[in-house]
């Protein structure tokens, strides 16, 4: 199961409002909701694919200006060597 | 993966991101916990594998694998943040069907081979073809994904041992409208601005360019800014409605090619609203005149040769008279107040002004006109070489700028912006690399796009392809789809680290290193060099570029020129000589491992920011001010191009009455060969979709996610309609992303390309559209 670290830049008076959306999101761990309106989040899922879905909805939420990874550790991932 | 690593493993996660959001004091683990968390990994530091952005990551690796990578916080360009194509690092290199062994073509197969057969077989068809039809029969076709060794290797090797000016790149097809802009406009390629004044400025047109999918570090740094000065304005001028046009703060929609009218409008309203500069004007610019109608490469072996003439600002100001705002609002569909709004906006002089632009001014059969055109406002208005207030050119891929263009891996180019065709250029490249001078070859042969018809005529018999993908990314791909597998002689390499639909054309596959798997340098597109070390080893029997043309020259007799024991750092030393004292000055070896890249002109140990400005250019005298100083014949000065508006070879009419527009897409860079290879990836962006205006789909009677035949003059391809994606097109266009190799959208498009530049125009062929 992949992990990862995200920071997610909200617009104005948003980040709030948008941490307890982003929470919902199964896999996401909201860990902290900062004053200048970033949020530092924590990613979980199967594969990297699952992981970029989840990122990629972050996008689309109302009040989301940037969505940015920080961290992404892979090293249980299938070792698929040819 | 037991619990409690499971948590520590979050917990980094978390510790990384507060620290890149600037709170590692909120952060729940203290350094040394964090390190523990981490067991077993080593960190090493590598620019990203993907854009120009040339965003830091730090590596980690475990076993002999890539097990973890973070945005590396010491990284002036993202600050330890990447975009989400950074999740895909992780995959890239690892895919099932990843190339380990040469592979030779025997009938409808490929047979698994030694390096020693494949090396033996490539040398031999080299030297045969070099007998029997000259050196000009044999060729290299190499990548803005190429590290800095590569092209120099190829260049060197073609250039002066086998003694042909065929050496061309991809970046034919994205940058070389903007370097013509550059050597046009300052005597010299590269921005004079970098990222800082994207933080510093306050005002950012962006042309045709979807920043928040193809630059996104980039995209998020301007965002930061309006966040934190809500002063910034960011106007997106755009022929389809973006993730871009969304976050903008005006989105100005306007008709394909229309771009030069505009600029032109714009320059039109400063002049006549007297919002130039005018001692600006008189100490730092002369106007030219070049000529016009001057077609579109659309015939084999095309010519041109402009004739730039100077020009008075009267004769200027004349030119501009028709490109009043009602005429530009006729043709463009950009209403005249918005044009008039817009040129004072630019001109203000409260504001510190940017243009940002890519592949919708470079892909463009007027491409260099259009650079040139973007130019003209900021040296009409003086909003150039200042802090937070330049035009910035975006580059799309990692080293275009780093190998291609300063190394020059072009067919007129040497190193250090010198070409072929001036002998002391020819002299001083002998010299540094050793040969004899008259080895050089004085004529360049063919661009990208001439190569591969020289390939299709069958005038070059030998094509080695290294790091791209041609026989996907061309435009009018079948023609040269067909023209590969011609046979008589024809003789197709292609290094690569997956299968692609390169590799199934050609009669030699080679298995490459990628990324960490070797040693390399980048250069981005702030002319930030930054250098990495092998990481870990390639797959199977996959050897680097480098090494296989260093191969290859030995077994053509020309190992001569590549005599270094420690091949790298003695291939810098070599390399460097060509910049210094130019400008262009790079920085010893050691600086590169040492730093988070550099900005050349590096003197002194010095990194450049602001070129041609006093105070932030070593070459830039106390007193000088600001000087264009790789433009002597101009006394120092940049030039302001009239260029006329002229219409794209292919619009729409009662046949074909829709513009096709193709690009790329956040998830998948370029034809997909790395984050198309693995299912998973594709799952998340499936395959090309049509995008379109929900009023043509109704006109066409489809709905959405509906087939669609979309068929222009030269192809024809089904693809599902997208009304509801991220992005939407305007009426009367569609856009189709190139990274499905399952749908190559390129057989569709034109191969006209920019005269000056010879870079193709992707954006702007014409199709119909009927429902599949």
Redesign the interface.
């Known amino acids: ?7 997610i ?1 909200c ?2 008076g948003c980040s709030h409002d948008v941490a307890e959306r982003i929470a919902a999101f199964d896999g996401v ?1 909201v ?2 909701v ?1 004053p ?3 949020i ?3 990613v ?1 899922a199967d ?3 699952g ?3 989840l ?2 909805a972050f ?2 939420l109302a009040g989301v ?13 299938e ?4 | 993966m037991e619990l409690s690593r499971r948590e520590f493993l979050k917990s980094s996660a978390a510790a990384a991101a507060f620290a890149a959001a600037g709170a590692a004091a909120l952060g729940p683990l203290q350094p040394k916990d964090a390190a523990a968390a981490e067991g077993g990994i080593t960190w090493g530091k590598a620019p990203c594998r993907f854009c120009g952005t040339g965003c830091g990551v730090l590596v980690g690796v475990k076993d002999n694998r890539i097990v973890a990578t973070k945005g590396d916080s010491q990284a002036p360009v993202n600050r330890g943040l990447n975009c989400i194509k950074g999740y895909f690092l992780s995959k890239v290199l690892y895919g099932k069907d990843r190339l380990t062994t040469p592979l030779i073509r025997k009938g409808d197969r490929m047979v698994e081979a030694s390096w020693d057969e494949a090396m033996t077989l490539i040398a031999g068809k080299f030297k045969e073809a070099i007998a029997k039809h000259g050196p000009d029969s044999v060729a290299m076709y190499g990548s803005g994904q190429w590290t800095v060794f590569e092209g120099y290797a190829a260049s060197k090797l073609f250039k002066g041992g086998i003694g042909t000016n065929n050496v061309e790149v991809n970046a034919r097809l994205c940058m070389a409208s903007a370097v013509t802009g550059f050597m046009t406009t300052f005597a010299s390629d590269e921005p004079m601005g970098c990222y800082d004044d994207l933080d510093l400025g306050d005002t950012y047109f962006l042309w045709g360019a979807n920043m928040a999918e193809c630059h996104p570090i980039l995209f998020s740094r301007m965002i930061d800014n309006r966040l934190k000065n809500p002063k910034v304005k960011i106007i997106d001028f755009g022929t389809r409605h973006t993730r871009t046009s969304q976050m903008a703060d005006q989105y100005v929609r306007f008709n394909p090619q229309t771009d030069l009218a505009l600029l032109n409008a714009i320059a039109h309203v400063i002049i006549r609203d007297k919002l130039y500069d005018e001692q600006f004007i008189k100490d730092h610019v002369v106007f030219k005149r070049g000529k016009e109608q001057i077609g579109y490469g659309l015939e084999d072996k095309f010519k041109f040769a402009d004739e730039p003439k100077l020009i008075g600002f009267d004769e200027y100001v004349a030119f501009l008279k028709p490109y009043t705002p009602d005429y530009v609002a006729g043709i463009s569909g950009v209403p005249a107040a918005t044009i008039v709004e817009l040129a004072h906006l630019y001109a203000d002089r409260k504001r510190k002004v940017n243009s940002l632009w890519t592949m919708g001014f470079n892909q463009h059969t007027r491409g260099t006109w259009v650079n040139n055109l973007v130019y003209n406002v900021h040296l009409l208005t003086g909003k150039i070489c200042k802090p937070g207030e330049n035009p910035l050119s975006l580059t799309g891929q990692p080293s275009a700028c780093g190998t291609t263009r300063e190394v020059g891996t072009f067919t007129h180019r040497l190193p250090a912006d010198m070409v072929v065709t001036n002998p002391e250029h020819r002299e001083k490249a002998a010299r540094i690399w050793g040969v004899d001078p008259k080895k050089i070859p004085a004529k360049p042969t063919y661009n990208a796009t001439e190569m591969f018809r020289a390939l299709d005529r069958g005038d070059i018999k030998v094509v080695w392809v290294q790091v791209t993908n041609p026989f996907q990314s061309l435009p009018n791909l079948n023609r040269y789809r067909k023209g590969a597998r011609k046979g008589d002689g024809r003789f197709v390499i292609v290094s690569d680290i997956y299968p692609t639909r390169s590799t199934e054309l050609a009669d030699v596959i080679l298995p490459s290193a990628s990324w960490v798997e070797k040693e390399g340098v980048f250069g981005n597109a702030e002319r930030r060099t930054q250098q990495w070390f092998k990481l870990v080893d390639a797959p199977g029997e996959a050897r680097s570029d480098l090494w296989q043309t260093l191969e290859l020259a030995r077994r053509l007799g020309h190992g001569s020129l590549f005599p270094y024991k420690q091949v790298e750092p003695e291939m810098w030393e070599e390399y460097r000589k060509f910049n210094e004292g130019q400008g262009k000055d790079l920085a010893p070896y050691a600086a590169y491992a040492a730093a988070r890249g550099l900005r050349w002109p590096v003197v002194d140990g010095r990194e450049t920011r602001w070129r041609y400005a006093e105070g932030h250019d070593p070459y830039v005298k106390p007193g000088e001010g600001i000087k264009f100083y790789k433009n002597k014949p101009d006394h120092f000065k940049a030039v302001v191009w009239a260029r006329p508006y002229e219409p794209a070879p292919e619009a729409p009419d009662k046949q074909y009455p829709f513009w096709l527009c193709t690009g790329r897409v956040l998830e998948h860079w370029h034809t997909g060969t790395m984050t198309g290879r693995v299912p998973e990836i594709r799952r998340a962006y499936p395959a090309a979709v049509c995008e379109m205006h929900p009023d043509d789909a109704k006109q066409l009677g489809v709905t959405n996610l509906q087939q669609v035949r979309i068929t222009s003059r030269r192809g024809s391809i089904v693809l599902p309609v997208d009304l509801n994606g991220r992005s939407r097109a305007e009426k009367g266009n569609i856009f189709v992303a190139f990274f499905d190799e399952g749908k190559l959208i390129n057989e569709l498009c034109l191969d006209a390309y920019c005269p000056i530049s010879g870079e193709p125009d992707f954006k702007k062929c014409a199709v119909r559209i009927e429902k599949a």
């Open positions: 199961m992949p992990v990862s670290g995200v920071v830049t617009v104005d761990e860990h902290g900062l200048d309106g970033q530092v989040a924590v979980e594969t990297v694919d992981e970029v879905k990122v990629s996008h689309g200006a940037a969505v940015r990874l920080a961290y992404h550790n892979f090293e249980d991932q070792q698929v060597q040819p």
